[in-house]
């Protein structure tokens, strides 16, 4: 039976994290996740936990040591935002091509500088290459119903990858919102017990952990890496499948909202689709053929997918919440511009950089964009391919 509750998304992650009860959780606070690791220290204080709760002097040490007890056979966790997943970048690396299937709660923090503490996708964006799976949440309910997930993806036999559960920094980490909780037996069966095949800590059987490669095996690892990350895109669907069971709650690879016939389309990541799907409620019903593709896993990138929903739309809006500096657009419009053409699906595309440093995206400003898109297809407006939205001049 459902739990019918008031949180935060921090409260609700963390909420997870009790009912999971995890082996091992290092950490080191920093703004705006500082709470996670606050709130499970007090379950853990209360007797309502019995993880290991290692307080650390940085966030390198933070993910360091979730990889020595992921390593050792313990189920590990984390959580940090911005300069903490930045400070934490060389050890992201290792436990993707260690195969560590630890987890990271990531609030989304805008990186420096100028020095801001408030939410866009920085941090996340630029650990995209590291090898982890990303899933990305649009509220509080999400983020707690990605946690939960989020074991039972990574330690896969096919997968054995770590995995970022993201939520937006304040806009949805401290916000507090209506939200369904699971009791917690139906989550411990769902997530069950870690039972790594290889581990240090397993007497009569040595391994080793980070050995030195030669040339002669860094490109095999790197190929059976990818592979893994592949196979997770059918473990994220078989999982939310599994999940669906017990919640009645569903999840794909991203969600489609009122998409079918729609003209023009804005694909987006996080807490600014909720504004985006009110503004197409809006349009809607003033008879504009509009709709919204929400990205839900950024990594693996479902290229491919994307393509197939967008194929039939005359004009797509593609939001970043990230600056990449490459001078040709943002992640996301890099992506999904990617895969239409590999697809040759001949679809215009217009790339929007948002929300940078917690900058207010509104349904004015998603009304704005759908109106661009339909002056540019219907009239022959031109219209800047890569632009800011909200921005001073």
């Keep these: 039976m459902a739990i019918r509750e008031r949180m935060s998304g921090n409260e609700a992650v963390s909420y997870a994290i009790k009912q999971i009860n995890p082996d091992v959780m290092p950490a080191f606070p920093i ?31 933070s993910m ?13 966790l984390t959580a940090t935002s911005s300069a903490g997943l930045a400070f934490m970048w060389e050890e992201l690396l290792l436990a993707a091509s260690n195969r560590m299937p630890l987890a990271l709660a990531l609030v989304n923090r805008t990186l420096s500088g100028p020095l801001n503490i408030n939410c866009d996708h920085t941090d996340g964006m630029g650990a995209r290459d590291t090898g982890w799976i990303q899933i990305y949440a649009e509220n509080n309910q999400e983020a707690y119903d990605n946690f939960i997930q989020a074991y039972p993806i990574a330690e896969h036999p096919d997968v054995r990858l770590p995995i970022m559960i993201c939520q937006d920094g304040f806009i949805t980490s401290h916000a507090v919102e209506n939200i369904l909780l699971l009791e917690d037996e139906p989550v411990k069966a769902f997530v069950g017990e870690y039972a790594p095949e290889e581990f240090l800590l397993n007497p009569g059987k040595p391994i080793a952990v980070g050995p030195y490669a030669v040339s002669n095996f860094v490109m095999e690892a790197r190929k059976n890496q990818l592979i893994a990350l592949e196979n997770s895109k059918q473990v994220i669907l078989d999982v939310a499948k599994r999940f669906a069971e017990i919640s009645g709650r569903e999840y794909g690879l991203f969600e489609e909202y009122r998409i079918e016939d729609a003209d023009y389309i804005m694909v987006i990541m996080g807490s600014a689709a909720g504004t985006a799907k009110e503004a197409v409620d809006q349009m809607r019903a003033e008879g504009h053929k509009v709709g919204v593709l929400k990205v839900r896993v950024f990594r693996p990138f479902p290229a491919e997918e994307i393509a197939e929903a967008l194929k039939n739309a005359k004009a797509v809006a593609i939001m970043d919440r990230a600056e990449s500096y490459n001078g040709n657009g943002g992640v ?13 699906y001949m679809v215009d595309t217009v790339n929007y950089i948002y929300g940078l440093g917690g900058r207010d995206f509104t349904v004015t400003n998603t009304m704005e964009i759908f109106h661009q898109l339909s002056d540019m297809v219907e009239n022959g407006t031109e219209v800047e391919q890569y632009q800011y939205v909200g921005i001073r001049n």
Excluded: C, W
Excluded at 41 to 61: C, K, L, Q, R, W
Excluded at 64 to 76: F, M, N, P, Q, W
């Design 332 to 344: 996301l419009g890099n992506e999904i511009a990617s895969g239409l053409f590999k697809k040759k």
């Design 64 to 76: 360091s040591a979730a990889i020595g007890a992921e390593a050792a056979g313990a189920r590990s």
């Design 31 to 61: 703004t705006p996740s500082t709470e996670i690791p606050q709130m499970v220290s007090n379950y853990i204080a209360n007797g309502e936990m019995d993880t290991e709760f290692i307080p650390v002097e940085s966030e390198h040490s």
